[in-house]
């Protein structure tokens, strides 16, 4: 049994150095494609991530009072930066294995808890830029600061996008996934940004028959930027080389292919 190791997509260290360009009409008919044929296991997981995190934030509201606002915010925090990162995460991997023509399952949510040092390293230094930079605009610009900073929050939300992935994906440090993050999307702002704004417009499309349109719109975006991850970074695959007449999944398949 041999293994073959390779990249599917695009290279990091090209996308760092000499840039990269999307074309944006292939980006969302190509999601539109892969959620139709994903569409399941991403809903599912998507729906289990959310409604735990809810679930988690609603019991900690109600079972504590004014006086124990201590506990609340140590408990609300504890699960931002614990519970979140590891299961965002894996809905971000999961697009990315869609992307590639892999399988997923809706349980897959569970599998990056074993990064949740790093995960949870990374959330905490992007938590402190964002909020410094929000700190410093409305000091220093006062109600003009306050509105800048909703903007600087955008952008910052924008061009960390990718350091989950990193982490999870290119075994990154999260400094290394937060500068690498920063500086890929900065290569190509115009179209990130335009990018984001029709991602929100679709957002607030799909909000708006009583919510119902996000049961597709959240797997849709997962895959989307499971398609930009793979045009932008690659990812990396094992391609496994099986004898002639091996099992493999109870069928006789010569060769296969993990993330």
Avoid: W
């Amino acid at each position: 049994m041999n293994e073959k190791h390779f990249i599917l997509g695009g290279d990091i260290k090209k996308s760092l150095t000499e840039g990269y360009r999307f074309d944006i009409k292939s980006l969302f008919k190509d999601a539109f494609v892969i959620t139709k044929k994903n569409y399941l296991p991403l809903a599912i997981a998507s729906f289990l991530t959310i409604s735990l995190l809810v679930l988690a934030y609603v019991y900690i509201f109600n079972s504590f009072g004014e006086d124990e606002t201590t506990v609340q915010m140590v408990l609300n925090y504890a699960v931002t930066l614990l519970v979140a990162p590891p299961l965002l995460t894996a809905l971000q991997m999961m697009g990315i294995h869609h992307s590639i023509g892999l399988k997923t399952k809706a349980n897959d949510i569970f599998n990056h808890f074993n990064l949740i040092l790093k995960l949870s390293l990374a959330t905490m230094i992007v938590s402190l830029i964002s909020n410094t930079v929000s700190m410093v605009l409305t000091a220093v610009l006062g109600n003009i600061g306050l509105q800048l900073s909703i903007v600087a929050l955008l952008y910052l939300n924008m061009v960390f996008c990718l350091v989950n992935p990193l982490i999870a994906e290119k075994k990154l440090t999260p400094l290394m996934a937060v500068r690498f993050s920063f500086k890929i999307v900065n290569k190509n702002i115009i179209q990130f940004t335009f990018i984001y704004f029709l991602l929100m417009l679709l957002f607030f499309v799909a909000a708006i028959p009583s919510g119902l349109g996000l049961f597709f719109f959240v797997p849709f975006y997962f895959n989307f930027m499971g398609i930009i991850y793979r045009q932008v970074c690659g990812v990396s695959v094992v391609a496994i080389e099986r004898p002639a007449g091996a099992d493999h999944d109870s069928n006789n398949h010569s060769g296969g292919f993990d993330a």
